[in-house]
């Protein structure tokens, strides 16, 4: 049923409930859906049209989910980490310009973190509250980190699952091969200066099917876990196409680094997976260490998708950090 229908059908509901008290009354066209009413829905930013759902409790500071990729969609975790999370949480899940549900344009101009972050803003807005908390996986985390940054008045507290540090985790990347592959490390140093950070160039390392062996095995400590996701995120055909992940990489991603550590004020929880080497522990430590008000999760045998291989846990975890901060 389209939404045009659902909303026809939900004003027939409401008509026979209440009764129409005049045949005017009757003709008058049923009352749009909340914003944050149960369900899908969609709103647009800038000429592109951004899809979210919410789901969970019906009361408090919603937890707003943004995916990782770029370009990923929220698909996994809302069928394997938030429905955990939907039992004590006010959830909304974002798909971001690009993935997902929501509008992909072509044009490389539609895509930056800055525009990014602003679409969460509108979500807010949209939304009607003066207040939202965030929760960021992988390049999400990204995302939550620079809005709070930008709006503290408007964060009521951040939760990052495997936060990248995307230069520091590929070093730490060349220091595995250097002792578990010393070929590929080879092939990895080839043409590389003297001290430069990476120390070397991991794209070399492998090629082919071994190049995304090489990826799944930073990632996933288990690959059972990542055909389980890869399933999920391309079901209905909405894996990632590529538009956002093009754009941002085209406009430097791969050096990006988050800086504005002291504009982040409010409380920040940090999950990392032990066996993690595409968003390594060490720099998501180093993070720790800069924020004001942070503390870090270790999650020893996970790696990059913590909430499908400890979907349990991560809500736990994550609700006890949430029901803290609402406490005070």
């Known amino acids: 049923m389209d939404r045009s229908m659902r909303t026809l059908f939900s004003g027939v509901l409401v008509g026979l409930a209440l009764g129409a008290s005049s045949p005017g009354d009757a003709m008058r066209p049923a009352r749009a859906p909340s914003a944050l009413s149960p369900g899908a829905h969609q709103f647009t930013v800038g000429g592109v049209q951004l899809w979210y759902r919410v789901a969970g409790r019906t009361r408090g500071v919603p937890l707003i989910f943004l995916h990782g990729g770029p370009g990923q969609g929220s698909q996994a975790f809302q069928a394997i980490g938030g ?18 549900r ?11 973190i800055d525009i990014m972050v602003e679409d969460v803003e509108h979500l807010r ?26 709006y503290p008045h408007h964060t009521a507290a951040v939760v990052l699952a495997s936060a990248p540090s ?3 985790s590929l070093d730490l990347q060349c220091q595995r091969l250097q002792t578990e592959d010393p070929a590929a490390y080879a092939r990895a140093m080839a043409d590389q ?19 995304k062996t ?24 909405l894996g990632s196409t590529g538009e956002v992940a093009g754009a941002l990489f085209q406009k430097g991603y791969l050096s990006y680094r988050f800086t504005k550590t002291d504009k982040v004020v409010s409380p920040v929880l940090v999950i990392a997976g032990g066996k993690d080497f595409q968003a390594a522990l060490e720099p998501q430590r180093d993070l720790v260490k800069e924020l004001k008000m942070a503390r870090l999760l270790e999650y020893p045998a996970n790696g990059h998708f913590m909430f499908v291989e400890s979907p349990a846990r991560f809500a736990r975890d994550v609700t006890a950090f949430l029901r803290q901060i609402r406490s005070r």
């Not at 200066?193 to 190049?211: I, L, Q, V």
């Not at 990632?219 to 995120?233: C, G, I, M, N």
């Open 83 to 100: 429905p955990e999370l939907e039992k004590t949480q006010r959830l909304v899940y974002l798909d971001q310009r690009g993935g997902g």
């Open 166 to 168: 995307l230069l520091g």
């Open 125 to 150: 807005r949209h939304l009607g509250l003066p207040k939202v908390a965030l929760l960021g996986h992988s390049f999400g985390a990204n995302l939550a980190l620079e809005y709070a940054a930008r």
């Open 102 to 112: 929501s509008a992909r344009p072509k044009d490389p101009s539609n895509y930056s």
């Open 193 to 211: 200066k003297e001290g430069a950070f990476p120390r070397c160039n991991t794209r070399r390392a492998y090629s082919g099917d071994a190049a």
């Open 214 to 237: 090489a990826a799944i095995r930073n990632l996933f400590p288990d690959p059972s876990t990542a055909k389980r996701v890869e399933e999920l995120d391309s079901a209905n055909g």
